[in-house]
């Protein structure tokens, strides 16, 4: 199938992707909701679709509307994966509001304006900013 090809391909490559980047590439909408149900891709949130290998702390954090934090953003720039059980450190600018459902699975980290870092992370100076405030020395990845 031609278009699970390019959704599959496209996921790959950009690792997220919304409904509307990936149906302005050729993608059909419907064709997303189907691969999507075969578990191939993943559903962060409404319009927002992972590849399925996409580190699950990115997922949690994009869920949440924010960013990987703090020390979960250390081990992000490290190249390390994220420790299973552990909360996912997440950034959120304030007004951002799809905290409630996944809340339990995080530690927020409220900024008054966008950080610095890229679209999965805030930058590893503002992280290690961060864990000074937030994760005893002991347990810095
Ligand atoms: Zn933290």
Same mark, same amino acid.
């Given at each position: ?10 996921l ?11 149906v302005?590439?050729g ?13 191939r891709i ?9 590849? +399925?290998?996409? =580190?699950? !702390? ?11 934090? $703090? *020390?979960?953003?250390? &081990? ?19 007004g ?19 950080? +610095?870092?890229? =679209?999965? !992370?805030?930058a590893?100076e503002?992280?290690r900013?961060?864990?000074?405030? $937030? *994760?005893?020395?002991? &347990?810095?990845?």
């Amino acid at each position: 199938m031609v278009g699970m090809l390019l959704l599959e391909t496209l996921l790959n490559e950009w690792k997220v992707a919304t409904t509307a980047d990936l149906v302005s590439a050729g993608v059909d909408k419907q064709l997303i909701y189907l691969i999507a149900q075969t578990g191939r891709i993943r559903r962060v949130r409404k319009g927002l679709w992972a590849a +399925a290998d996409t =580190e699950p !702390a990115i997922c949690v954090a994009l869920s949440l509307g924010g960013r990987l934090a $703090c *020390v979960s953003a250390s &081990r992000y720039w490290s190249g390390l994966a994220s420790s299973s059980g552990e909360k996912v450190h997440v950034s959120v600018t304030r007004g951002a509001s799809r905290l409630a459902s996944r809340q339990a699975e995080a530690v927020v980290h409220w900024s008054r304006f966008p950080l +610095a870092g890229n =679209e999965f !992370a805030v930058a590893l100076e503002v992280a290690r900013e961060q864990m000074t405030r $937030c *994760v005893p020395h002991e &347990r810095y990845p």
